[in-house]
């Protein structure tokens, strides 16, 4: 499960990434942005049960 936890924000940000150099969407790619830092977070915060 921590595993996907980081392979989700990982593809997430890599998406923003690509996004925002080549289509510049708008706001939900920060969206995704936010959702991959968040899922960062959860797992920083609540240690190896997630």
Do not use: D
Not at 9 to 37: M, Q
Not at 38 to 48: E, M, N, S, T
């Amino acid at each position: 499960m921590q595993n996907l936890l980081y392979t989700i924000a990982i593809v997430l940000v890599i998406l923003w990434f690509l996004g925002f150099l080549v289509y510049n969407v708008g706001s939900i790619i920060h969206i995704l942005l936010l959702i991959a830092v968040l899922a960062i977070l959860l797992r920083i915060i609540k240690g190896k049960e997630v």
